[in-house]
């Protein structure tokens, strides 16, 4: 395992193990450090360092479309599709939080974090299916 040394105010510190940097460096950093930027501010997803929320009612059966779907992202999930966003009262909603189950509590949409309706819930069911997402069950 290899060590990185740094010098602050003519002391020698012992840092952390190199892996772990990764871990603590904030997330804005290492995106261009691997140069996998451009996914920031498509999602309502605020930055680093925020609060999450979590839909204390989400719909399951999304979560686990979602999750099961193994896609990075819900941009990249979207990506190459024609789609729209779902309404509820006539407002976009939050898509990561019906499909992940949390959000931030900075997200430009946290008026959005509420219980969607059913309706609602099938027309993200149906934004799944037209991403490409298999229904639920099927394997």
């Not at 059966?61 to 941009?75: A, N, Q, V």
């Not at 999930?77 to 900075?106: D, F, I, Q, R, Y």
Request: glycine share 8%; net charge positive.
């Amino acid at each position: 395992m290899r060590y990185h040394k740094s010098v602050s105010s003519g002391i020698l510190n012992m840092a952390l193990p190199a892996s772990w940097y990764a871990l603590l460096d904030p997330p804005s950093s290492r995106e261009s450090q691997s140069g996998s930027g451009g996914e920031s501010g498509r999602e309502p997803r605020a930055q680093s360092g925020s609060v999450a929320t979590f839909n204390a009612n989400p719909d399951r059966t999304l979560l686990r479309r979602y999750r099961d779907s193994g896609h990075t992202s819900i941009s990249r999930m979207m990506e190459g599709h024609e789609v729209t966003v779902p309404k509820h009262n006539n407002k976009p909603v939050c898509l990561v939080w019906a499909l992940k189950g949390e959000c931030s509590a900075t997200c430009k949409r946290k008026n959005q974090h509420v219980r969607y309706s059913q309706a609602t819930n099938e027309a993200i069911s149906q934004l799944l299916s037209d991403c490409g997402v298999a229904p639920a069950g099927s394997s």
